[in-house]
């Protein structure tokens, strides 16, 4: 999207062109004086466009308007102008003169700011609603105009006041809690007394993220720094015939352009393979491939330099389609063939199942690619230390992996690179891949110079990892007494142009394809196909979301068939203890599945008296099931983690992990952990997380594991700490700890053919719990659904901070609600189509129903005091439970997400037919 116009940018402000002070347009060459956070800034029009946020960010320093999107529909660029909030990446400076901006960091100074602007501020703070806090400060923005306007607003009000804001952490509904608690301080104090916002007043992060204090990769900026623009292909498939960089070289400011030939080290990359090229030689795969990167003086200079790189690229046949890559005779994608990763497991006699059956169900369930949509884009920032190291600044779920590959490119010792790792803008699993940290890095290698690399939304879009589309087809079935006799799946995956992590998250889906059930006679089998598409890997749920669609309708459609009530058909199949998984592991008495449903038993008869439903429209009550690693995902070495803790000089003691914060709240619950482990108080502990330096694993923070893995290094380490602490305590030495920690599992390799069975058959550390039940409402003339209510139940083992789980609960919520009714990369032979928040539509305020959730406590034995992870678990029975909720209402079986209201129609008119 373009800068506005000046009549645009008028209309939106409420105003003409004869209410302003000074006519800009009388006066286009003139320099525009306006006022930010009360002093004079001076713009000076030029050739190159400049949006009010560049404006900000670049000449001004104030990097609490955050970059996010660039087409105005995020609103993390929120500022006020003339007291109105308007988004600063579509404003043109030349528009202000005259005009007064304030941004997140002028609240204080504001003629306004003592009253809702300053309230807002500090209730946001209080109640710690932000989890990565990179929307927070638009957020508080809005929401103090909102009570600048409407003193007392409704929840409903809010809801249409914040729409135009995303978060992608929290659900919202923090949010609308904390702008009623602004406008009523009885409010704010019974939230305080809620287990939902305990420990919330104590974080002393969230006052930094309302602020706009916390510094974010993309804040980042070093004197004398190059700034450094990547060529992208821009084809799917193509073989590149010559690549000319004269006319780039020549740009005034262009200081050099990077291509294969100048790769110092190791040419490829890769989370788990080594398969991506660091800058293409022959053959583009994807449009994620880079080509060449720049480097300038300015961001202008850099841009322009890549525009003028010439690229003689020839077009291929690309193969767009996974069944279309795994067929006999399909065009190869990659030098191996088209098969990322295969897995099976079979269990029992499908025959034998099948002659038990009385009921057999059989389906072919889609689930769509979709972004993980974390709102700040990947940034970094390269330099030399003084040490001669190599430093990368950036936000990253894999320090160490990211390290030791960045080395290898650029052809250092391991000691000689050192990531500096900062505060995520969210991340969901795309950022355990490398993506611009190694060019970056390549750029300060290869010129001694600091390095900027920032992506635009559109390039974000295009190089992160994404979730895999799955379709699955699924045979289950059930005896007289509903009692599961078998089930058989068969899935199709597409990895995309490289591998990622396809293989852990195959490995997942079919591991945890059964659901949480007791199923004796098992044959299941997914593959994942290369393709051209863009690569698919790590995102919240890690292959689980897509099973735990098809399983949980299955279970919905047989007990239908049955006669009976979906609840009971669970119940009488769940796991729990003595009861053997799907894998051959007899249970032990940490499986909370049986406790998660029995608690949304009074949730279901409460839902069946919702008063929401409006004339047309039939109520349905849905529900689902799901289960998955709350650790190390299977197959997976990173499963070893250590920490470090020492005493420092001021009195604190620093715990070093390579665990990540990337907005899940990892530094206040390992603060937790750590202060109860060691006997202190929270205020004592200073978690350091994401270094390098003290630690060597190569740990991932995926698959909510770093309560789990690193919680339990700390809570030994602790120990040998308290032990030093005591006997140093008279000397001047400083007491240090370092501890690796391996969960004792023996076999970590799912079986393709299960022919054992007892406790030892234990594949995972530790497993988490979820059910979820969601009230709809369902218009059977027009096929739209209403989302009413949603329910959660989650096992956590123990609530090491209810405020941190019921925040993971509700963001996990609402992107399972984005995932079924709005969230689908539009591909068109490999190339993305909606790239932007215009395009790809996560939910808003006004989407997301109230939400409950329920902390169910079945301790894992060794969890660190009993804790299970959660940040995964609340996205998985989501989109099932609303399936099951619409078929509830009016009675059609979908089977694909998203779920449209034409789908709804169709379904409906089939069924008219058929009776």
Not at 160 to 173: A, E, I, M, P, S
Request: aromatic share 6%; hydrophobic share 40%; with cysteine.
């Amino acid at each position: 999207m373009p800068l506005l116009t000046q009549p645009q940018f008028l209309k939106r402000m409420g105003l003409t062109a004869t209410q302003t002070q000074t006519e800009i347009h009388c006066r286009p060459t003139a320099t525009v004086l306006f006022k930010v956070n009360g002093r004079d800034a001076v713009f000076l029009p030029g050739g190159h466009q400049v949006s009010l946020l560049e404006f900000l960010r670049r000449n001004l320093g104030l990097h609490g308007s955050k970059y996010a999107c660039g087409v105005g529909v995020c609103g993390a660029c929120t500022v006020l102008i003339n007291d109105r909030p308007m988004r600063s990446c579509v404003v043109n400076p030349r528009h202000l003169e005259g005009m007064k901006v304030t941004t997140i960091e002028g609240i204080e100074a504001s003629v306004k700011g003592s009253g809702p602007l300053l309230t807002v501020q500090k209730t946001f703070s209080e109640l710690g609603v932000f989890q990565c806090g990179y929307c927070g400060p638009g957020f508080v923005l809005s929401a103090g105009c909102l009570l600048m306007d409407n003193p007392d607003p409704t929840e409903k009000e809010i809801r249409l006041g914040l729409n135009g804001n995303l978060c992608r952490c929290t659900g919202y509904q923090k949010i609308i809690e904390a702008v009623r608690a602004a406008a009523d301080p009885g409010f704010k104090q019974h939230l305080l007394k809620q287990p939902a916002y305990s420990f919330a007043d104590v974080n002393p992060q969230a006052g930094k993220k309302v602020k706009g204090e916390t510094p974010y990769a993309h804040d980042l900026h070093m004197a004398g720094q190059l700034w450094a623009k990547v060529v992208w292909s821009p084809f799917p498939k193509a073989r590149i015939r010559s690549i000319d960089s004269t006319h780039a070289e020549q740009v005034d400011g262009v200081t050099r352009v990077i291509t294969y030939g100048d790769l110092p080290g190791k040419k490829t990359f890769g989370v788990i393979f080594s398969d991506q090229p660091v800058l293409v030689e022959r053959e583009v795969r994807s449009m994620a491939d880079a080509v060449a990167l720049v480097l300038g003086e300015t961001p202008e200079a850099a841009e322009d330099g890549a525009n003028r790189l010439t690229v003689d690229y020839e077009p291929l046949h690309g193969v767009f389609d996974p069944v279309i890559s795994l067929a006999p005779h399909a065009p190869r994608v990659t030098p191996k063939g088209n098969i990322a990763h295969r897995l099976s497991c079979r269990k029992g006699d499908i025959q034998k199942g099948r002659e038990r059956a009385k009921v057999v169900i059989k389906g072919q369930y889609g689930t769509p690619m979709t972004d993980p949509a974390f709102m700040e884009p990947e940034a970094c920032v390269s330099y030399m230390d003084t040490d001669e190291a190599l430093v990368v600044a950036t936000a990253t779920q894999a320090p160490v992996s990211f390290r030791d590959q960045i080395a290898a490119i650029c052809d250092l010792p391991g000691d000689r690179v050192r990531l500096r790792t900062l505060p995520a803008g969210g991340a969901f699993g795309g950022r355990g891949d490398l993506t611009i940290q190694h060019l970056c890095a390549l750029g300060t290698r290869l010129t001694g110079k600091p390095v900027r690399l920032a992506l635009t939304r559109e390039e974000s879009s295009r190089v992160h990892s994404h979730r895999h589309p799955f379709v699955l087809d699924y045979e289950t079935g059930a005896d007289g007494n509903g009692r599961l006799t078998h089930c058989v799946v068969k899935g199709i995956a597409d990895a995309g142009a490289y591998h990622s992590a396809t293989l852990p998250v195959v490995e997942n889906a079919v591991v945890f394809a059964t659901g949480p059930y007791e199923t004796h006679h098992v044959d299941i089998e997914i593959k994942a196909a290369y393709t051209n598409n863009p690569t698919c890997g790590a995102m919240r749920g890690f292959g689980v979301p897509q099973v735990c669609l098809a399983m949980e309708c299955q279970m919905d459609r047989l007990a239908v068939r049955l006669g009976l009530d979906p609840m009971d058909m669970r119940l009488k199949n769940v796991l729990k203890a003595g009861k053997i998984s799907q894998w051959g592991q007899i249970m032990g008495s940490d499986v909370g599945m049986k406790a998660c449903l029995d608690s949304l038993l009074p949730v279901i008869k409460r839902l069946r008296n919702e008063e929401g439903v409006r004339g047309g429209e039939k109520l349905g009550i849905g529900m689902a099931a799901g289960y998955k690693n709350s650790s190390t995902p299977t197959m997976i070495p990173q499963g070893t983690t250590d920490v470090t803790l020492r005493l420092g000089d001021d009195g604190m003691i620093e715990v070093y992990t390579g665990g990540c914060e990337v907005g899940q709240g990892l530094v206040d619950a390992l603060s937790r952990i750590a202060a109860q482990a060691l006997d202190q108080p929270v205020d004592r502990i200073r978690i350091i997380p994401g270094s390098t330096d003290h630690t060597t694993s190569p740990m991932i923070t995926s698959a909510s594991q770093q309560v789990f893995l690193t919680g339990g290094a700390i809570c030994r380490a602790a120990v040998k700490f308290k032990d030093l602490l005591k006997k140093d305590q008279n000397n001047h030495k400083l007491p240090v700890v370092r501890e690796v920690y391996t969960p004792p599992v023996k076999n970590m390799f799912p079986p393709e053919r299960v022919t054992q069975i007892g406790p030892e058959q234990c594949i995972l550390p530790s497993l988490g719990y979820v059910a979820a039940v969601v009230a709809v409402a369902v218009n059977e003339k027009t096929g739209r659904v209403r989302v009413l209510k949603v329910a959660v139940a989650q096992d956590v083992g123990k609530a090491i901070n209810p405020s941190g789980i019921v925040g993971q609960v509700q963001g996990g919520v609402a992107m399972g609600l984005g995932g079924c009714f709005w969230e689908r990369m539009v591909l068109r032979d490999g190339v993305i189509q909606n790239d932007n928040f215009d395009g790809y539509h996560i939910p808003r305020t006004t989407h997301v129903p109230p939400i409950e959730t329920i902390i169910v406590e079945v301790p894992d034995p060794l969890g660190p005091m009993g804790a299970k992870g959660i940040g995964e678990l609340p996205v998985v029975p989501i989109a099932p439970a609303v399936l099951n909720a619409i078929r509830d209402a009016v009675g059609v079986d979908l089977e694909e997400i998203p779920v449209r209201a034409e789908d709804i129609r169709k379904a409906l008119l089939e069924k008219e037919n058929d009776e």
